[in-house]
């Protein structure tokens, strides 16, 4: 064969192996289109992000410490919160040393935590600061292959742990996510907005942008947490090369299950996120404000180690006030523009019930988006899925009992319990007085007070308020 034929078809194989299946137009489509979890498989093998694995991290990174969270291994029945760890700060090399179980642990930060009984865990490290010194390395990451134009590793958070490592589960308060996995595999738990009573929520410990959970969803106190039989998992094994795309609100808890794993994540805006902030500011501004109060039942770790510390009352007003601003602003323009505003209580998200009264719908299971959805799933973009192992407990309201049911089937009775469930019975103990009545606490109240519904409920009436003028 001609030397120069075989040459062209040379450099036409090497052009199809570094074909992508989708375009950054092709991926932001698929995207903003998705209602569901999936994994995109085939679109990171040419990015040098790959090649931040722990030894690697460990050599670029040299002397520079790391603040790494400490657990310990074994079952629990609730969540093991930050607040409940220990910390210690490292170099990589001490982390990588003993996680190896090489060399003599009493020489390092470890010391106290044997590898065999703890894990290690070294979480929202911003790669803006962690790579100030080498910014050539955001280029490692290239999020504009996913139609963000610009968009690298400077808008990306690192985490790198060991087996059994793990983040509470949670839901962010703002935009959609992005997670490359680059070494090791991490175990994925997901529930959709919906199921948000059978979680019950908590913010406290208290952390901006994150509400947390009080079950721990893999191995939950059913007596304490009924509802929680009714929310619909979805599972996925993040394997190094694949990028798991989280829709917005999605809960989510992450354990890794090798002995070391590494991944980076860029949390994605989105204009609903206006809306989230004045959710947030009007949160902070609550927790902040009972939760400084001296009382007795105030000594508790309230603020998660991630929080600098608690702002003060005016602070939070100020913050309060600018983002409803921002909300009232943007109101104003669409309403020039004669565009429709989503800010409206006349939104599909919103019905009247027998009373006239307002009522949030539920809306479509994730199941019904996914097959109303235009994207199409195939070998490069994989949906994240129920659980087949689980067998939801359908709650009866006529029998007030929970039944076995098949995964998907009657869902929306079971989130609807949770939902009944999900302000009253917390799960937390409650304390009794002299007389033998059960007393309100401080974490009683802001329960009642900051659930998801309650919290929507009021920001667009602040919203509403301050673009209709109201003093």
Not at 142 to 155: C, I, K, L, Q, V
Not at 281 to 287: G, Q, S
Request: with cysteine.
């Amino acid at each position: 064969m001609n030397k120069c034929v075989v040459t062209v078809l040379s450099l036409v194989l090497l052009q199809q192996m570094d074909a992508k299946p989708f375009t950054p137009m092709e991926a932001r489509k698929i995207i903003e289109s998705l209602q569901q979890p999936a994994v995109f498989l085939n679109m990171t093998h040419d990015w040098t992000g790959l090649q931040w694995t722990v030894e690697h991290l460990a050599t670029v990174l040299g002397g520079k410490t790391l603040r790494f969270r400490i657990g310990k291994r074994g079952a629990r029945k609730t969540p093991l919160f930050e607040t409940q760890c220990s910390y210690v700060e490292a170099t990589v090399w001490d982390f990588l040393c003993w996680a190896k179980d090489q060399g003599d642990p009493s020489l390092t930060p470890f010391s106290n935590y044997p590898v065999s009984e703890f894990w290690a865990y070294a979480d929202y490290k911003y790669v803006a600061v962690l790579l100030q010194d080498k910014v050539s390395m955001f280029e490692d990451v290239g999020w504009s292959d996913f139609g963000y134009p610009g968009r690298n590793g400077r808008e990306s958070t690192l985490w790198m742990g060991t087996k059994e490592a793990n983040t509470p589960c949670h839901q962010d308060s703002y935009g959609c996510n992005l997670v490359l996995q680059v070494q090791g595999r991490k175990k994925w738990h997901l529930f959709p907005p919906g199921d948000t009573g059978c979680l019950y929520p908590t913010r406290i410990p208290y952390e901006e942008s994150s509400v947390f959970s009080q079950v721990n969803v893999v191995q939950p106190d059913l007596q304490r947490f009924a509802a929680f039989s009714g929310a619909r998992r979805h599972i996925v094994t993040l394997h190094p090369g694949q990028v798991l795309f989280v829709p917005r609100h999605w809960w989510h808890y992450v354990e890794s299950i090798d002995p070391l794993t590494v991944s980076v994540n860029s949390w994605i805006e989105m204009e609903v996120d206006d809306e989230a902030r004045v959710e947030e500011a009007l949160t902070r501004t609550i927790v902040c404000a009972l939760k400084s109060a001296p009382s007795n039942d105030n000594k508790d770790e309230w603020l998660n180690p991630t929080e600098v510390d608690a702002s003060s009352h005016e602070e939070n007003l100020q913050y309060l006030t600018l983002a409803v601003q921002k909300c009232t602003d943007k109101r104003k323009e669409q309403r020039c523009s004669a565009a429709p505003s989503h800010n409206s209580t006349d939104s599909p998200l919103w019905k009247r019930d027998s009373r006239g009264h307002l009522k949030q719908s539920p809306g479509p299971t994730a199941e019904q988006q996914a097959h109303n959805s235009p994207v199409s799933f195939g070998p490069h973009l994989v949906p994240v899925t129920l659980d087949p192992n689980h067998k939801q407990r359908l709650f009866c309201s006529k029998t007030n009992q929970f039944a076995i049911g098949e995964p998907g089937a009657g869902s929306d009775e079971g989130v609807e319990a949770g939902r009944m469930t999900g302000g009253t019975d917390t799960g937390r103990e409650d304390c009794v007085d002299n007389t033998g009545h059960k007393t309100i606490s401080t974490n009683n109240l802001l329960e009642a007070l900051l659930h998801p519904d309650i919290i929507t409920l009021v920001a667009k009436l602040l919203i509403d308020r301050q673009a209709d003028g109201c003093p």
